[in-house]
Nanobody, 117 residues
Framework: QVQLVESGGGLVQPGGSLRLSCAAS????????MGWYRQGAGNERELVAR???????NYGESVKGRFTISRDNAKNTVSLQMNSLKPEDTAVYYC???????????WGQGTQVIVSS
């Protein structure tokens, strides 16, 4: 299996920034998709951002223009730079990996992001 470990969550004021990281236990060059999802209290889990092994990105509508996802293949890491944070961004953020051949999906344990004054 693929083990995913998220880090970088915490408390930030509205308008501030955070950078989340997801470290994978295997080469991300062999992973078809990696992405970030989030789930706030009382809400459905939703897509935040995804990136293919080729570097193509996709973002949820609510974060377009504010968040940026990137891959570092050498470090087996996917990052999410979050700017102009809003209280609505408060959620547990989960890293997800989808394998190329099998299509199997793996999730990290999540990291909490709280946007509040």
């Amino acid at each position: 299996q693929v083990q995913l470990v998220e880090s970088g969550g915490g408390l930030v004021q509205p308008g501030g920034s955070l950078r989340l990281s997801c470290a994978a236990s295997r080469s991300i060059s062999s992973i078809y998709l990696m992405g970030w999802y989030r789930q706030g209290a009382g809400n459905e889990r939703e897509l935040v951002a995804r990136i293919t092994r080729g570097g193509t990105t996709n973002y949820g509508e609510s974060v377009k223009g504010r968040f940026t996802i990137s891959r570092d293949n050498a470090k087996n890491t996917v990052s999410l730079q979050m700017n102009s944070l809003k209280p609505e961004d408060t959620a547990v953020y989960y890293c997800k990996a989808t394998l190329l051949i099998s299509g199997l999906e793996y999730w990290g344990q999540g990291t909490q992001v709280i946007v509040s004054s």
